[in-house]
């Protein structure tokens, strides 16, 4: 698959969100289930559940735990070429317009990225903004080099959930 991909959702966000958390481009997994994150093996709804105590059965549950915590959820791309869900393999980016949606919610103070390629994006085309940011550990399976405990100590930590 080396067609050309538009970005398949639009960003999760409310009018009070004070955190958007930004990956690169859903995988290709998400695309089938039309919605974030939804590789089977793929951990952040988990961490987010385990962090907030919050189900995640379904996608209404998934978005009250975003409302519920006043966080918002994006990615950097807005289409690309690719032909595995890899963000290594992702050619002719072009990138979600990060600042219009930050002067659409103005509540938004700080992003989290939980990919490295979505910050890089992110300083090569929004490094100028002046907004807070800081990286999550990888949600991906294919990020093995934490364990599931060490990176839901992280999210906790820098989502600002106080057990």
């Known amino acids: 698959m080396n067609d050309m991909q538009m970005h398949p959702f639009n ?73 595995n869900s890899a963000d290594s393999n992702l050619r002719d980016i072009a990138v979600n317009d990060i600042s219009a949606l930050l002067r659409q919610y103005p509540s938004i103070k700080r992003i989290l990225f939980t990919a490295k390629k979505a910050e890089a994006l992110f300083e090569k085309h929004f490094g100028t903004l002046e907004i807070a940011r800081d990286y999550l550990p990888s949600p991906s399976p294919a990020y093995a080099a934490m364990r599931f405990e060490q990176k839901a100590e992280i999210y906790r930590e820098k989502l600002g959930i106080r057990n």
């Not at 958007?20 to 951990?43: C, D, M, V, W």
């Open 11 to 83: 960003p999760i966000v409310f009018n009070d969100t004070h955190t958007l958390i930004l990956g690169t481009f859903p995988s290709l997994k998400s695309f089938e289930y039309s919605f974030y994150y939804a590789h089977p093996r793929n951990q952040f709804w988990q961490l987010l559940s385990q962090i907030t105590g919050y189900p995640i059965n379904n996608r209404d549950q998934k978005i009250w735990l975003l409302k519920a915590h006043r966080w918002g959820l994006w990615d950097m791309v807005a289409s690309c070429a690719r032909h």
